[in-house]
């Protein structure tokens, strides 16, 4: 299926993805570095695993960024 | 009201031609009160760029001093200045900037205890700190206090940043719950980061904060700029404010400021 990954359209085998095994194949190995949007609603990093994808989902990573003095 | 001198007139015609500026922005810019937290990648561009706009009172607040890494971006400060206090030697910069600005230099670490009573004698914050429990204490103390701020981080070749209204726009809060667990997300001291990167998002923080002030423009609000300078990508990501938001949200279960483990010096050395 066809979903799109922080503007990027991405071509899903899986026919029912969850948002964990996106996130893997997006090299976002550990989960606790993103805060992830599905179609514009934040998900709680506990669902990522129960939240399954369907086709034309917009998916949003967005990373922790701490960086600016040191 | 309008009482610009001639050399005022003259150092800040540039603004004064601006239609969205103009005169009447310019006083409201001499008015404005601006804190800059930390002074080092972002707080250096935001610093130099808020004293040339005119901004009336800086405040720049950092415990640090100058260190022989940090020139490679904190471009507020020389290589004269190694072993001096950060907010020292980028207060002597940017008074020779402008003189007309009155800069308020604060050797100190913000923390729970004293966060409040530093950020009420401002209009807007620019955060430029660099770790994360200070960034979201930036945040609740902001939300709590209903005073305006720009988010900032940079990372490698990467930045983001978001402008929060209280009350009306999304918090950082909104969009990240809680700080993450230690190590899992790099420092500029760990991972590194292109040193023109911070100048690229301390420039649109301060830009936000010169739109705040003048009424110019629409803001960053409800939005996470992000950009990718390897490639020159930049994206916008729209937010809104969340009902459950532990600070923002209709019924916060943060109320008050607390410290969380600091872990950026373990990780600095």
Same mark, same amino acid.
């Given at each position: 299926?066809?979903?799109?990954?922080? /503007?990027? !359209?991405?071509?899903?085998?899986?026919?029912?993805?969850?948002?964990?095994?996106?996130?893997?194949?997006?090299?976002?190995?550990?989960?606790?570095?993103?805060? $992830?949007?599905? +179609?514009?609603?934040? @998900?709680?990093?506990?669902?990522?695993?129960?939240?399954?994808?369907?086709?034309?989902?917009?998916?949003?990573?967005?990373?922790?960024?701490?960086?600016?003095?040191? | 009201?309008?009482?610009?001198?001639?050399?005022? &007139?003259?150092?800040?015609?540039?603004?004064?031609?601006?239609?969205?500026? =103009?005169?009447? =922005?310019?006083?409201?810019?001499?008015?404005?009160? @601006?804190?800059?937290?930390?002074?080092?990648?972002?707080?250096? %561009?935001?610093? &130099?760029?808020?004293?040339?706009?005119?901004?009336?009172?800086?405040?720049?607040?950092? +415990?640090?001093?100058?260190?022989?890494? +940090?020139?490679?971006?904190?471009?507020?400060?020389?290589?004269? #200045?190694?072993?001096?206090?950060?907010?020292?030697?980028?207060?002597?910069?940017?008074?020779?900037?402008?003189?007309?600005?009155?800069?308020? *230099?604060? !050797?100190?670490?913000?923390?729970?205890?004293?966060?409040?009573?530093?950020?009420?004698?401002?209009?807007?914050?620019? #955060?430029?700190?660099?770790?994360?429990?200070?960034?979201?204490? @930036? +945040?609740?103390?902001? $939300?709590?206090?209903?005073?305006?701020?720009?988010?900032?981080?940079?990372?490698?070749?990467?930045?983001?940043?978001?402008?929060?209204? *209280? =009350?009306?726009?999304?918090?950082?809060?909104? $969009?990240?719950?809680?700080?993450? *667990? *230690?190590?899992?997300? %790099?420092?500029?001291?760990?991972? /590194?980061?292109?040193?023109?990167?911070?100048?690229?998002?301390?420039?649109?923080?301060? !830009?936000?904060?010169?739109?705040?002030?003048?009424?110019?423009?629409?803001?960053?609000?409800?939005?996470?700029?992000?950009? #990718? !300078?390897?490639?020159?990508?930049?994206?916008?990501?729209?937010?809104?404010?969340?009902?459950?938001?532990? @600070?923002?949200?209709?019924?916060?279960?943060?109320?008050?400021?607390? #410290?969380?483990?600091?872990?950026?010096?373990?990780?600095?050395?």
């Amino acid at each position: 299926m066809e979903i799109t990954v922080n /503007g990027v !359209a991405q071509s899903i085998a899986a026919a029912e993805p969850d948002l964990l095994s996106v996130l893997k194949s997006n090299k976002i190995e550990d989960p606790q570095m993103v805060a $992830v949007q599905l +179609n514009g609603q934040f @998900v709680e990093s506990s669902q990522y695993a129960a939240t399954i994808l369907s086709e034309g989902d917009v998916v949003e990573f967005l990373y922790f960024m701490g960086g600016g003095s040191r | 009201m309008i009482d610009f001198t001639t050399e005022q &007139l003259n150092r800040y015609s540039r603004h004064i031609l601006l239609k969205d500026v =103009g005169v009447e =922005g310019q006083v409201k810019l001499g008015r404005a009160r @601006v804190l800059v937290v930390g002074a080092g990648g972002l707080g250096s %561009p935001a610093a &130099l760029y808020l004293a040339a706009a005119g901004v009336g009172t800086i405040g720049i607040v950092d +415990n640090d001093q100058v260190d022989i890494s +940090n020139l490679q971006r904190q471009i507020v400060h020389g290589t004269k #200045d190694i072993g001096r206090s950060k907010v020292e030697s980028a207060a002597e910069a940017m008074r020779a900037i402008n003189p007309d600005v009155e800069v308020r *230099p604060l !050797a100190t670490m913000l923390c729970a205890d004293n966060i409040m009573e530093i950020i009420k004698d401002y209009d807007f914050i620019l #955060d430029g700190c660099d770790n994360f429990p200070t960034k979201f204490l @930036v +945040n609740d103390a902001c $939300v709590m206090a209903g005073i305006p701020f720009s988010h900032g981080g940079i990372l490698r070749f990467d930045g983001q940043t978001m402008t929060v209204i *209280p =009350g009306e726009s999304a918090c950082y809060r909104c $969009v990240f719950r809680q700080p993450p *667990p *230690p190590d899992s997300v %790099p420092t500029c001291s760990q991972a /590194g980061v292109l040193g023109a990167i911070a100048g690229m998002l301390g420039t649109i923080q301060t !830009a936000e904060a010169l739109k705040y002030i003048t009424g110019a423009g629409r803001l960053l609000t409800d939005t996470l700029l992000s950009f #990718d !300078a390897s490639n020159m990508d930049f994206r916008k990501v729209a937010l809104r404010r969340q009902d459950d938001c532990p @600070v923002c949200g209709a019924r916060p279960t943060i109320t008050e400021l607390t #410290d969380a483990e600091q872990t950026v010096c373990a990780l600095k050395k």
